[in-house]
């Protein structure tokens, strides 16, 4: 997704309610790793130009789906839904976890995995990555309401994935598939070395959308739920997150058919606008995948809230106790001007030594270093966290 026109945002102040932190889903968000994060960014990106029906289009469904298998979720709730857009067939890739109270009832968690021109390492493999990660994580946790988790081809072209799954899919039930919520994630990549600590939530707002040249007005009896579903979200960050929710309006996402219908959406859109996506340059090195990470916990967080998750404090199945140094990830790796430290966690203390030994630079909690004043070279950097160290290879190369 592109935003052209961004409407004036107002910065969050009275969310009309309080919605309480819930101690275990708080526990389930923090599962989120760094690590986990930069890999599938990493891995999405290698996919290359991931054009709706390309071989890269069809090969990137082919690991979305043996993530999901690798998970832990087995082939009746791994469902397809393929489509042709110009000549050539793709695939939407849908998950679905049961609920326990209300099995027929469904939180749908959407992104698009196709992408146009560039290999979309921000629009929209930072979406991906975080539903990955949170379907990873609720693996085994259970849930009033179903969520689906849906990965979207042909969002780039014009919504034609998503269009598809709701006129052949949730229109083609009998009765009418009951949707409770559709939260979208598109573009929540940020940008490379500024700093990304908020994001557009978005609400329903009766957009014009312009369909061929035309415009076409969508229904607004839906825009009250959405309003409260997105405060909601909002919480959601604010509790499950250290990123501010702004308000913003949908626009030209998947959610968009779904909010034709009659539907409840919202989303999720990055604050500070790229302008690498759809184009060659939207890739790793331009976006911040630390801003992705902690997007990751907030949605993670939401999704527990929305489903209405399990409240017992128990690690899931996933869960897995590392060391230090198994947790602690430098990217971009050769290095330019800038470096991200992924750890998750806090408490911990950088130091980066030249090869002499000498110390050349030294923070505390901080995940973004400006090292556009290093020389090109190899450098130690030393993680310090509580009585664990380790110590990793940089090289900047400029």
């Given at each position: 997704?592109?935003?052209?026109?961004?409407?004036?945002f107002?910065?969050?102040?009275?969310m009309g309610?309080?919605?309480?932190?819930?101690?275990?889903?708080?526990n389930?968000?923090?599962?989120?790793t760094q690590t986990n994060?930069?890999?599938l960014?990493?891995?999405f990106?290698?996919?290359?130009?991931k054009t709706?029906?390309?071989?890269a289009?069809?090969?990137?469904?082919a690991?979305?789906k043996s993530?999901?298998?690798?998970?832990?979720?087995d082939?009746?709730?791994?469902?397809e839904n393929?489509?042709?857009?110009?000549?050539?067939q793709?695939?939407?890739?849908?998950?679905?976890?049961?609920?326990?109270v209300?099995?027929?009832?469904?939180?749908?968690?959407?992104?698009?995995?196709?992408?146009?021109?560039?290999?979309?390492?921000?629009?929209n493999?930072?979406g991906?990555s975080?539903i990955?990660?949170a379907?990873?994580?609720?693996?085994?946790?259970?849930?009033?309401y179903?969520?689906k988790?849906?990965?979207?081809?042909?969002?780039?072209?014009?919504?034609?994935g998503?269009?598809?799954?709701?006129?052949?899919v949730v229109?083609?039930?009998?009765?009418?598939m009951?949707?409770?919520?559709?939260?979208?994630?598109?573009?929540?990549?940020?940008?490379a070395?500024?700093t990304?600590?908020?994001?557009?939530a978005?609400?329903d707002?009766t957009p014009?959308?312009p369909?061929n040249g035309?415009?076409?007005?969508y229904?607004?009896?839906n825009?009250?739920?959405s309003?409260i579903?997105?405060?909601?979200l909002?919480n959601?960050?604010?509790?499950?997150?250290?990123?501010?929710?702004?308000?913003?309006y949908?626009?030209?996402?998947?959610?968009?058919?779904f909010?034709?219908?009659?539907?409840v959406?919202t989303?999720?859109?990055?604050?500070n606008e790229?302008?690498?996506?759809?184009?060659?340059?939207?890739?790793y090195?331009?976006?911040?995948?630390?801003y992705?990470?902690?997007?990751?916990?907030?949605i993670?967080?939401?999704?527990?809230?929305?489903s209405?998750?399990?409240t017992?404090?128990?690690?899931?199945a996933n869960?897995?106790?590392?060391n230090?140094s198994?947790r602690?990830?430098?990217?971009?790796?050769?290095?330019?001007?800038?470096?991200?430290?992924g750890?998750?966690?806090?408490?911990f203390?950088?130091?980066?030594?030249?090869?002499?030994?000498k110390?050349?630079?030294?923070?505390k909690?901080?995940?973004d270093?400006?090292?556009?004043?290093l020389?090109?070279?190899i450098?130690?950097?030393?993680?310090?966290?509580g009585?664990?160290t380790?110590?990793?290879?940089?090289?900047?190369?400029?």
């Open positions: 997704m592109k935003k052209i026109l961004l409407p004036s107002l910065l969050l102040s009275a309610f309080s919605q309480s932190l819930v101690q275990a889903y708080k389930r968000a923090t599962q989120v994060i930069n890999t960014l990493t891995d990106t290698s996919y290359g130009v709706t029906g390309s071989t289009n069809n090969n990137a469904f690991w979305l993530k999901y298998v690798a998970f832990g979720y082939a009746a709730q791994i469902t393929a489509f042709t857009y110009n000549s050539k793709t695939k939407n890739l849908i998950v679905t976890k049961t609920g326990t209300y099995p027929n009832k469904y939180l749908i968690v959407c992104g698009h995995y196709d992408t146009i021109t560039g290999p979309g390492t921000n629009d493999g930072s991906i975080i990955l990660e379907a990873r994580i609720l693996q085994n946790v259970s849930s009033e179903s969520i988790f849906i990965n979207f081809s042909g969002e780039e072209q014009g919504l034609y998503s269009q598809a799954y709701v006129t052949n229109k083609a039930t009998n009765p009418k009951d949707i409770i919520l559709v939260l979208n994630l598109d573009e929540v990549g940020g940008v070395g500024m990304n600590n908020k994001v557009i978005e609400k707002g014009t959308y369909t035309t415009y076409s007005t229904p607004s009896s825009n009250a739920a309003t579903k997105t405060t909601e909002k959601s960050m604010l509790n499950y997150s250290n990123i501010t929710p702004v308000d913003g949908i626009e030209r996402s998947d959610y968009m058919p909010e034709k219908e009659g539907y959406v989303g999720l859109y990055e604050f790229s302008n690498k996506p759809h184009t060659a340059n939207d890739t090195v331009n976006m911040d995948p630390v992705v990470y902690n997007i990751a916990q907030g993670v967080g939401a999704i527990q809230h929305f209405t998750a399990d017992s404090i128990t690690l899931s869960a897995v106790s590392k230090l198994d602690v990830s430098l990217f971009p790796n050769p290095a330019n001007n800038f470096l991200n430290i750890l998750d966690g806090k408490g203390t950088t130091t980066i030594v030249d090869m002499s030994g110390t050349i630079m030294q923070s909690d901080q995940q270093l400006d090292t556009s004043k020389i090109n070279g450098y130690l950097v030393k993680i310090t966290m009585n664990e380790t110590t990793k290879k940089l090289i900047i190369k400029k």
